[in-house]
């Protein structure tokens, strides 16, 4: 599935997570990427990263998220993305800033080869 380009990625993000479309939101992700929420630890590859996403997927909480920024350079992409987790009340819950590296995979379509969820907001 991926996006069809990188500017597309925080929009697909948020609505994928919101509709716990875990399948999809793997999909996301190239087969080897990484993801860290807090900079510290890690998920490496599919498995791992579907384990990370499932306590966030678990909570009631929901996402939105917007590009701030999106530089491309062939097949490589450098995103960063304003977000916040809120809950039915609409109240925020927890807000930051990621950084990602995206790729353009041999299907065409663009993928988080680097994920990591608070790496904009972090010193």
Not at 52 to 72: E, M, Q
Not at 99 to 111: I, N, Q
Request: glycine residues 8%; negative net charge; proline residues 2%.
């Amino acid at each position: 599935m991926g996006v069809a380009s990188p500017e597309m990625m925080d929009r697909v993000f948020s609505e994928r997570f919101n509709a716990r479309d875990k399948a999809a939101l793997l999909d996301l992700y190239t087969a080897d990427a990484v993801f860290t929420f807090d900079g510290e630890a890690k998920a490496v590859g599919l498995e791992q990263i579907e384990g990370a996403l499932t306590g966030f997927l678990s909570a009631p909480l929901k996402f939105n998220g917007t590009f701030i920024s999106v530089y491309v350079s062939g097949d490589t992409a450098l995103t960063r993305m304003k977000w916040e987790l809120y809950n039915e009340a609409e109240r925020t819950t927890s807000t930051g800033v990621s950084a990602e590296v995206l790729r353009k995979c041999p299907d065409g379509k663009w993928r988080f080869q680097i994920d990591d969820a608070t790496g904009g907001s972090r010193a």
